[in-house]
């Protein structure tokens, strides 16, 4: 079951909204409909859909839906976004938060289930990657969303994840050509996913933990470059 936030001025087109999905995707979605922006960014890590109004200055707000949606997607890449709005002008706009879609309103019912059903395949996209590694007799398969950063130690690999540590018997260039997702690497030892990286300074980036971690100077510009296409094509 995905989470759907849906945030509009009018209260009859988030009942609308809601209305569609459930005759089209039945129980698929946990919905969420905050009544403030705080409360939606707050709830940012859980959103897999948000669909987002983007002209809501009666709300009295100083940022309009697209920097909402960029501020969520800063803190949840994955979290998909579809705009919707009665205003065509807008269309130009919505592209530097990377939307799967744009609704314009009123609201057709085909419209919103193509929408939906993009999301969707992005979501089962990004759910599907996985990393696999054999220790001894063993393989185990992990998502690689989970996975922080690889670090190399002649031929023992120990993988960094959110919730622990292993180490297996690799080499960072055979998991570097096989491994799906953004990950980069910043070292001879270490091989980074980008969605744990928090900032580069100097000859260091630093992780949303706090850790850091070296990056080589023959790789240091293309660390940057490579930083910047990721993040701005995933804002």
């Not at 670090?151 to 297996?168: A, L, Y």
């Not at 744990?196 to 000859?203: A, E, P, V």
Request: glycine share 4%.
């Amino acid at each position: 079951m995905y989470n759907v936030a849906i945030f509009d001025d009018e209260s009859v087109i988030q009942d609308k909204v809601i209305e569609i999905l459930k005759r089209n995707f039945e129980d698929m979605f946990n919905y969420i409909t905050a009544a403030k922006a705080p409360d939606l960014i707050a709830s940012a890590s859980v959103i897999d859909i948000l669909i987002m109004d983007i002209n809501i200055t009666s709300r009295k707000m100083s940022n309009n839906g697209i920097d909402i949606a960029g501020r969520i997607k800063k803190n949840n890449r994955d979290c998909q976004v579809i705009f919707i709005s009665g205003y065509s002008e807008y269309a130009q706009d919505i592209f530097d938060a990377k939307p799967v879609y744009f609704v314009q309103k009123p609201i057709d019912e085909s419209v919103m289930v193509k929408a939906m059903n993009a999301a969707l395949d992005n979501l089962v996209r990004n759910r599907n990657q996985r990393f696999c590694y054999q220790k001894e007799s063993r393989v185990y398969i992990v998502p690689t969303e989970e996975i922080m950063y690889f670090e190399s130690s002649r031929r023992i690999v120990k993988i960094v994840r959110v919730d622990g540590n292993d180490s297996f018997y690799d080499t960072l260039n055979s998991i570097e050509e096989r491994i799906e997702g953004d990950f980069i690497r910043i070292h001879q030892s270490y091989l980074v996913n980008t969605r744990y990286i928090s900032s580069l300074t100097g000859s260091e980036i630093l992780l949303h933990n706090g850790r850091s971690l070296p990056v080589s100077k023959p790789r240091l510009g293309s660390v940057k470059d490579e930083l910047i296409r990721v993040f701005s094509e995933n804002m």
